[in-house]
């Protein structure tokens, strides 16, 4: 049985870009790794080599310490530029222009006259895939950079050049266990998308299934891990440049996301999780994983047959399908963020997709965000605040989930994000209130007093905003507000109900049980020790009352964790009255 091969030609560009020019030596080079494949040479067309990553260290570490030297340079040009003009007169700022005049032929030609943040952006261009990412997570940490460079970093490119299907071919070809002729009938040659770790393309299964086959592109996870070390080390050293900006922080966590989306067997855990989650809720769909065609380096799953957010389709939904649409994709990002705590971190329009009958499709699972439960539950309550216009809760709230830098003021924050919030509640009644803008002039807010947020934070920000923009698509006089206030009070009223409020006491019960069963030793231990007080009344032993002591203050500090963690009432009253006792005659 034969392969057919799609010869229709598809072209799939996004915002009308085009793809950047291939390096025509790698892809010689994989031609050549393909061929040598079929004909039995080569037992992995990946290269399987576990120093692989460590191999390509040296020459990449010349590479970005290159970049890294012209950036600086480049940015003392851009300092001189930016510089009034009688400043650039005589012998003012004389030092300056004379160091900018000898570095000058070190720096690129065509970036000399560029500001700053263009040559961030192209530097980062230049140096690959993994660079491109990593200014792309950093255009989202407006908390910590400034909002000139996440701007500009916003621009950098979004689709990469695409890896020849007769490559492509023999990679599914090795990733399968089966023959290629016996598990698909069709494969499209043209990458439906091309992005920096994989490259995917539509097939058909026997079944009738239309299905995406996405490929980890060769070469890219060695590429990937050897980068990642290396950033880790820039990390450092620019920690002693620009401490204030935290780029070691910044590099940490993006090497932490990173380094799980490589391995594709992430991506279909998170999309059978996300599955899980939103099992009830059937008009917010994730596709489904074909397990046994997938790996590490290769995943099928379903093609989701709709259309992404600004496709002409659009224009013919009518009202009731747009309505239903927001309803849908509202519900599904809040409760992704408030009540699962496990939410999709990549999320752009080119993520989501409007399917049949107002439902809402969610691809590109790699890179998720996860709030622990005391986050999501500040996340929760900040949000409730915001849409209901409690604007000391909100800044309460906000605040309660900050770390606060070297030189930093919580209290300054608070003053300004509180600022903030009255005027954007005045422009609710106008029609020009947006959370997610909200949100992100707060995270500034902290960067000015030196209060920094987890990187959750900001990838909330990012799916808020999705949500924001796709639904005025829909609906140019949609309220915000409105539309998440009743999914909020929702998630509230389920968390505070009493089945809810039971299951929290259930989760208390072995402490408790392991508390009322140690009691009796306690309170024993507790009346021998009064005893002993008071017919020992002139004892001058130095130690005296020690035990008591660590008692009264264990069951203090007990009291005070059963309470933030939501415990039990009656295991905190109960621990706070028997420190109280020891207090009163333990000494």
């Known amino acids: 049985m034969s392969l057919r091969i799609l010869n229709k030609k598809q072209q799939h560009t996004e915002n009308g870009s085009s793809p950047a020019d291939p390096d025509e030596a790698y892809i010689e080079e994989l031609k ?9 040479r080569k037992k992995s067309p990946y290269k399987i080599d576990p120093l692989a990553p460590y191999k390509g260290v040296i ?6 310490n290159r970049h890294v030297i012209g950036l600086l340079l480049g940015g003392l040009l851009a300092f001189r530029n930016s510089l009034p003009r009688d400043r650039k007169r005589g012998l003012r700022s004389f030092w300056l222009r004379f160091f ?89 040659p043209d990458a439906l998308g091309s992005a920096s770790i994989g490259q995917t393309h539509v097939a058909g299964l026997f079944n009738g299934e239309k299905v995406v086959i996405k490929v980890v592109k060769p070469g890219i996870r060695d590429t990937i891990l050897t980068d990642i070390n290396l950033l880790k080390m820039l990390g450092y050293f620019l920690e002693l440049i620009i401490p204030q900006y935290q780029p070691n922080r910044l590099i940490e966590e993006f090497c932490s996301f990173t380094a799980k989306e490589v391995d594709l067997v992430n991506e279909a855990d998170n999309a059978d999780t996300f599955a899980v989650n939103f099992a009830d809720f059937p008009d917010v769909v994730f596709p489904k994983i074909y397990r046994e065609y997938s790996n590490e380096n290769m995943l099928v799953m379903e093609l989701l047959e709709g259309f992404k957010p600004g496709d002409s389709r659009m224009e013919y939904l009518t009202d009731t399908n747009r309505q239903k649409l927001i309803y849908n994709g509202a519900a599904g990002i809040i409760r992704m963020l408030f009540k699962d705590g496990f939410f999709h971190a990549d999320l ?19 890179m998720v965000g996860r709030f622990e439960e005391k986050t999501r539950r500040q996340m929760l309550y900040y949000f409730h605040a915001l849409v209901s216009g409690d604007i000391e809760g909100a800044a309460r ?49 902290g960067a000015r007093h030196r209060v920094f947020f987890p990187v959750e934070m900001t990838l909330m920000v990012k799916a808020l905003i999705t949500f924001e923009s796709v639904g005025q698509m829909l609906d140019p006089k949609m309220d915000v507000t409105e539309v998440s206030e009743g999914h909020v009070a929702r998630i509230f009223e ?94």
């Open 32 to 40: 050549r790794q393909a061929k040598q494949h079929r004909e039995g």
């Open 59 to 64: 020459p990449r570490f010349f590479l970005i």
């Open 100 to 188: 900018s005049l000898l570095v000058t032929p070190f720096v690129k030609k065509d970036l000399r006259n560029q500001e700053f943040p263009v040559q961030l952006r192209r530097r980062l261009e230049m140096l690959g895939p993994t660079y491109i990412k990593l200014g792309q997570v950093l255009s989202l940490r407006e908390d910590i950079l400034p909002k000139i460079i996440t701007e500009e970093l916003k621009n950098l490119l979004d689709r990469l050049p695409e890896v020849p299907f007769e490559v492509m071919e023999e990679l599914i070809r090795y990733n399968l266990s089966e023959p290629l002729e016996q598990v698909f009938t069709y494969i499209d």
């Open 348 to 366: 752009h329009p080119g993520n989501l997709f409007i399917l049949p009958e107002g439902k809402v499709g969610f691809i590109d699972l790699g």
């Open 397 to 445: 709230y906000l605040s309660a989930m900050a770390s606060v830098g070297k030189g930093g003021s919580l209290q300054a924050f608070r003053r300004g994000v509180s600022d903030l919030l009255r005027r954007f509640f005045q422009q609710t009644k106008s029609g020009r209130f947006s959370m997610g803008k909200l949100i992100v002039e707060s995270l500034g807010i």
């Open 494 to 587: 389920e968390q505070f109900s009493v089945k809810a409020l039971t299951r929290e006491l259930m989760r208390g019960a072995p402490e408790f049980i392991d508390m009322a069963v140690r009691l009796p030793k306690i309170f024993a231990d507790g009346m021998r020790q009064l005893d002993y007080n008071l017919n020992n009344p002139r004892n001058e032993n130095p130690l005296e009352g020690l035990k008591s002591a660590i008692i009264t203050g264990s069951c203090i500090v007990g009291g005070v964790i059963a309470i933030v963690m939501n415990g039990p009432i009656i295991l905190w009253l109960l621990l706070f009255g028997v420190g109280f006792l020891f207090y009163l005659f333990g000494k």
